[in-house]
């Protein structure tokens, strides 16, 4: 063997070593970054919600004041998620399916929650719908409150929500085209047909796994909600916001057990999360195949 072949094999196996090391480097580091951002948080939530043993920590979690901002919460994403269905249903097949004038604007708009704070959120419903507010003076004469009450959460929550099911419908759409939907109107389907047996079996784990994602959002939602709910305790203060008055009193045992129930929702959702992502690599997969 010559001593150039030797010379290229050698620079060939340190280059190998190189990217060897620099590979775990990167995993070591990657597992150093997650372990001190997320698994020492949840660590130290559950240790301070047992810190006083499982007696305190469930009654904590049932004392009425939690079970009432539970209730709103789920209420809340009961009401904001299916309202964001629809529309992230609705956007994506108009952006998908048909062209018209205004259609990029359309795309901004969806995308504007991810690039106004919560807060300024809140603020916009509250100068639209409080006391002092351009409908204030309308809605006090007919004895409508929306600010401060279950109304002016869902909105809050709604438009943080906004762009999931859109943005994760509109890019599979647009990919799996229209050729389906046409055909299936050609052999005389209506637009409910086409939908209900071309369109949705199509993007139905695409449709899952954005739902998963605005739950997700709504139930950890504080910045918005916080501005349009008064923290009027065991009436409009959901989980986040109650959390928040237990551990500005001090309360920090309840505080961190309620804290750990939001942790267990999350949890479950991140098991969805995980669950529908896995269904629409595979269905690609499968796709890709045939």
Sequence with gaps: M??????ASAANNAARRGNALGRRLLIISAWLVFAFFLLLPLFVVATEA???GVGVFVASILEPDAISALKLTLLA???AVPLNLVFGVAAAWCVSKYEFRGKSILVTLIDLPFSVSPVIAGLIYVLLFGAQGFFGPWLREHDIQIIFALP??????VFVTVPFVARELIPLMQ????????AARLLGANGWQMFWHVTLPNIKWGLVYGVVLCTA?????????SVVSGH???????LPLH???????YNHVAAFSVASLLLLLALFILLLKQWSESRINRRKASAGEE
């Design 232 to 238: 009027i305790r065991g009436y409009t203060n959901t």
């Design 2 to 7: 010559s001593s150039a072949t030797l010379t």
């Design 243 to 249: 959390v928040e008055i237990l551990y500005n009193e």
């Design 217 to 225: 959002r709504a139930m950890g939602e504080f910045g918005a909600v």
């Design 152 to 157: 002016g959460i869902v909105l809050a929550t």
């Design 77 to 79: 994403v009961g009401i």
């Design 50 to 52: 047992l810190k006083q």
């Design 175 to 182: 990919e799996q085209g229209t050729q389906e939907e046409e």
